[in-house]
Structures are given as C-alpha cells and as structure tokens.
C-alpha cells in the first residue's frame, strides 16, 4: 500500500472536554485474497470512550480513500478487522501460516 500522509492523533491531547476518553492503537489485521496478502500493519491512533469509537473517529474520508471502506460492527477497513493490539490482529496470519516473505503458499 501508498504510505499517506494523516494528521496522527497521538501527539494531541483530547479536548478540555472529552478528557476521559482514552487513547488507543489501531491494528488492522492481515488478510489474503486474490492471490495476494499483507501481514497486520498499525495503522496509527485514536481516541475514544471504547475502541469502537475511536475506530471510527480513525476512519476518515481520507483513511477510508487510502485502506477502503469503513464498517463498525466488527471495527474493519475493507474487510479487515481492526484491533487496539499487534498479538490479536496478527492471529489470522499464524491461523493461515504465513509472513512477511511471503512463503508458505
């Protein structure tokens, strides 16, 4: 994929108002299709009361031109579901035994 350049969330606080919500990573899992695949990549960070939230205040217009389309329930740009953590978002490529290299086929 293009890298993009997207204003990350990381480096600014909440507004005065929304101080309770949380900051977190979002991970989008690796997925395999057409005869290609990825491996789980961090996409960057969000804020939000939970982590449903924050992926959707992650998914912009922008974000959605560059990873696809966004659906909430389960939190996923196209089709691949986003997690707040590198362990659960890498499961699929230890479920399906591939890697970066791209052997194992």
Known sequence: MNSITTPTLKD????????????????????????DRATAQYLGTSWGETFEEACQNFATPEVQKHYGSFTP????????????NEVDARRFEHRYGFSEDKSGW
């Open 12 to 35: 600014l606080p909440p507004p005065p108002e929304k101080k309770h919500l949380r900051q977190f990573s979002i991970w989008s899992e690796g997925y395999m299709a057409s005869g």
């Open 73 to 84: 329930n389960p939190p996923a740009l196209w089709g691949c579901r986003l997690y707040d």
